[in-house]
């Protein structure tokens, strides 16, 4: 008989405190248990409100793999659906985004409302008494939950509640969307997607990876610092930044004992002195003064949440897994409401100009994440090595912590995913 | 020119019509051929109406003799 797939998968064995077998990044059945245990049971982040501002705005998304439907009634109520019509399967809609409060299959023109109800069917008449509409309203997504603007679904009827999963991270989602003076964030300005050949997990870990920014993106670090010398200040030994594991595959980059070192007022590199005086009055306006001095000063949180969803600059970035070898990054820039007009346009610019297809530090972690994907293809010893600040890791402030480039935050992100694995 | 308004699921040509002794708003569903016209008074009281009042209009079932079995 041929050699089979082993039935069961000893996450224990392949995942250690220091080390991490290469074969979560191409194993065919671990994709498979991930997509079960953690994309299809555990919450994941799908779209933020302000994409849906309007009745009948729509939007179509993966979950997991699962086609889904993010949908605003006319009374405001969001609904998450499953994009498959009740009849024989078909995606009934096949926009990334649109606005109609109703969707009709165009295979057998199954009609329903933007609430999932079953409006109708074409030739009626075809059907006996038995059959009721009721029974085939598109289904929904069993769990659904916001925080601060942002969309989270479980695909399990039964689980942590999202508060309990966001944990820590509600503090930084905070920090982040309250760099607004309304204390909205809005998403209405397209998104930047990228596939790559390679894992999704390599992209969650890499955005909290402090180690690799002056080596792997060099170039791009000497022009961004304009020969400031402060390289190393920043991304090297000598930084005071920390890398935290909150817990739950929450990490973080704490940049914050560089940001505050100048204080709140110091105007942020490319803004004009009128954008920030102008800012910062309306910031005191929205949260007042004290307050408005310390969010400016922290600037953004640079984090994670498990599994999908990641917080840098002026971003949210938000993993796709397509296949254990193939996944789509999808770069959505976030404007602040209430902010004058050149801070939002240089947040856009922003996002372009260092994560575009062409940009400063975007193409070179794909390039590392397809080098990774062809060298684990090299087995006679597959561990890779997460051993960096074991030393001196230390408890702080609630967390688990080290020094910015120590990999504490890997170590965080594999103790989480090997819970869930074996949970 | 009418004005045109596309989505996934429908595309209508909209435009305002003169050959009345008043004037009205034409409604015309390219796919069909169908068009209805729609005087200010009627146009008016549609403004309270809500989506859901519609879903009667949206049943596929009520259009076959009009537009599926149309030959």
Partial sequence: MATMLDAH??????????????????????????????????????????????????????????????????????????????????????????????????????????????????????????????????????????????????????????????????????????????????????????????????????????????????????????????????????????????????????????????????????????????????????????????IIAEGPPHFCIFPNIIFILNQFRVIQPVSVNETVIHYYPTLLKGAPEEINQRRLSETYLIHGPAGRVAPDDFEAYERNQIGFQARVNEWLVLRRGLHRERRDNGSTAGHETDETTQRGIWRHYREVMTR | MPLRLINEFAAVEVESDETGNGPRLVIRDVRSGRAVLLDPLELASLVWVRHEELTPFLDPARLESRTYRRS
């Avoid at chain 1, 191409?26 to 079960?36: T, W």
């Avoid at chain 1, 009709?104 to 023109?109: E, I, P, Q, S």
């Avoid at chain 1, 009721?132 to 989270?152: H, T, W």
């Avoid at chain 1, 399990?156 to 982040?176: C, M, N, W, Y």
Wanted: glycine content about 10%.
């Fill in chain 1, 9 to 294: 998968v000893n996450y224990g064995e392949l995942i250690l405190n220091d080390r991490i077998s290469g074969r979560v990044y191409y194993d065919q059945q671990i994709f498979q248990e991930e997509i079960e245990r953690i994309w299809h049971r555990e919450w994941v982040y799908v779209a933020h409100e302000s994409e849906v501002p309007e009745p009948g705005d729509y939007l179509t998304r993966p979950l997991g793999l699962q086609p889904v439907i993010v949908s605003r009634d006319e009374d405001r109520k969001i609904h998450l659906l499953l994009n498959r019509c009740m009849h024989r399967g078909n995606t009934v809609c096949q926009s990334d985004s649109g606005n109609s409060h109703a969707f009709r299959c165009a295979y057998h023109g199954w009609t329903y409302n933007n609430r999932g109800d079953l409006v109708g069917v074409p030739y009626a008449s075809g059907y006996d008494t038995s059959f009721r509409k009721e029974d085939f309203a598109l289904a929904k997504v069993p769990r659904v939950a916001s925080y601060r603007g942002l969309i989270f679904a479980s695909l399990s009827a039964v689980g942590p509640t999202l508060d309990e999963h966001l944990g820590e991270a509600k503090r930084l989602i905070d920090q982040f969307v309250n760099l607004s003076p309304d204390g909205e964030l809005v998403l209405r300005s397209g998104v930047l997607k990228h596939s790559y050949k390679g894992n999704w997990k390599m992209a969650l870990e890499n955005s909290v990876d402090g180690y690799h920014p002056n080596i792997l993106h060099h170039a791009a670090m000497v022009m961004m610092m304009k020969g400031k010398n402060d390289m190393e200040a920043v991304f090297g030994e000598s930084s005071d930044a920390m890398a935290r594991d909150l817990g739950h595959g929450v990490e973080q980059l704490d940049l914050n004992p560089i940001h505050t070192k100048h204080g709140g007022r110091v105007v942020p590199p490319g803004w004009s002195k009128e954008a920030f005086e102008q800012y910062h009055a309306a910031m005191v306006r929205g949260h007042g003064e004290n307050a408005a001095d310390k």
